[in-house]
């Protein structure tokens, strides 16, 4: 039986919450303390920008980070184009042994890297029907989170605001239409700052956050993992544990009065 913290995607259940990105790093040394500070056992790699044994004579992120420890799940960061992120994650299935898990990002364009939907909703029918369990990053529509459902991805990953803004959950409303609709994990991906964010996220019911740059950029990546692990474990308890409704303007003493001893 899964415990409150578990995160169960695709049939495989993991202990931590917490998805973390391996790039933007000073080396694969920091990576390795970061990730490991952070708790997480899902790593994403953009295959495009890191070795994993592409680039022979090369350090390989394989070698701090074992895939025999964590489950990796390849991106398709920098593709603009359904065409290409087929081909990307096609080529990290041959690198990783036939590996199924994967994570589609489409991008619409290179300042926002705001999400190309259509793209996306194109690369994911493909994916499915080729044997992929894939993880989509969306936007927070949550017609095209329940579509991208539909056609068969095993979690949608809507944004917080714009990857690597820091600017945290811009539209909880939506976030939360998303979730209510949604059978399989729904987790926030993009735009996490700090700590807060990601309590923020589980506390509205969000099955996990993935998040790079808030660690990776951090002045201290070590130590904001470090955070970032309690924080995702702290909303987590808290959207279990059901919050107290909010009463402007009501007062409501924590002690009893009754039985109070009056003052003449």
Not at 209 to 236: F, Q
Request: glycine share 8%; proline share 6%; with cysteine.
């Amino acid at each position: 039986m899964d415990t409150m913290n578990d995160l169960t995607i695709a049939g495989t259940t993991y202990a931590s919450r917490l998805l973390v990105g391996t790039g933007k790093y000073k080396d694969f040394d920091e990576t390795r303390l970061a990730i490991e500070a952070s708790g997480a056992q899902i790593v994403t790699v953009a295959i495009r920008r890191t070795n994993i044994g592409q680039n022979a004579g090369e350090p390989s992120l394989l070698d701090a980070l074992p895939p025999s420890r964590y489950t990796y799940l390849p991106n398709t960061a920098g593709c603009y184009s359904a065409d290409d992120a087929i081909r990307t994650l096609r080529l990290a299935r041959e690198l990783l042994d036939g590996h199924e898990l994967v994570k589609l990002e489409v991008l619409g364009d290179p300042k926002t890297l705001y999400p190309n939907v259509v793209e996306t909703l194109k690369a994911a029918e493909i994916l499915v029907r080729d044997g992929f369990k894939v993880m989509v990053y969306t936007s927070d529509d949550p017609i095209i989170a329940k579509q991208l459902e539909e056609i068969g991805c095993v979690a949608v990953m809507p944004l917080a605001s714009l990857i690597g803004s820091g600017m945290g959950i811009l539209n909880p409303w939506n976030l939360q239409i998303i979730i209510e609709n949604a059978r399989v994990p729904v987790i926030v991906d993009a735009g996490v700052g700090t700590a807060s964010d990601a309590a923020i996220a589980m506390e509205l019911g969000c099955d996990g956050v993935l998040m790079n740059t808030a660690i990776a950029g951090a002045r201290d990546p070590i130590l904001m993992a470090s955070a970032m692990k309690k924080a995702v474990e702290a909303g987590r308890e808290a959207f279990l544990a059901g919050r107290m409704p909010k009463k402007p303007y009501s007062a409501s003493p924590s002690s009893p009065t009754a039985g109070m001893i009056d003052r003449k």
